[in-house]
């Protein structure tokens, strides 16, 4: 009999606001390029670069997405 594999639990839903909390400190009175795309933003990140609160977001998913996958080939690596 083969061994079951586990299933990977389900990934919750962001909220609709996204989950990023760019209030206050995150605003700059001068609009830049954006680090993710060629849009102007007054926003700027937590390391006070400009970018878009969504692309931002879209960002960090994308990294999360590689890191499990680099998680997971690892671990099935070891196997």
């Given at each position: 009999?083969?061994?079951?594999?586990?299933?990977?639990?389900?990934?919750?839903?962001?909220?609709?606001?996204?989950?990023?909390?760019?209030?206050?400190?995150?605003w700059a009175g001068v609009e830049k390029r954006c680090r993710y795309c060629p849009g102007l933003t007054p926003l700027r990140d937590s390391d006070g670069k400009p970018a878009h609160k969504v692309c931002a977001e879209e960002a960090i998913a994308r990294q999360v997405e590689e890191y499990a996958e680099a998680w997971e080939n690892e671990r099935l690596r070891e196997q």
């Open positions: 009999m083969a061994a079951r594999k586990p299933r990977r639990p389900k990934r919750p839903e962001p909220p609709p606001t996204g989950v990023l909390d760019w209030t206050r400190g995150h």
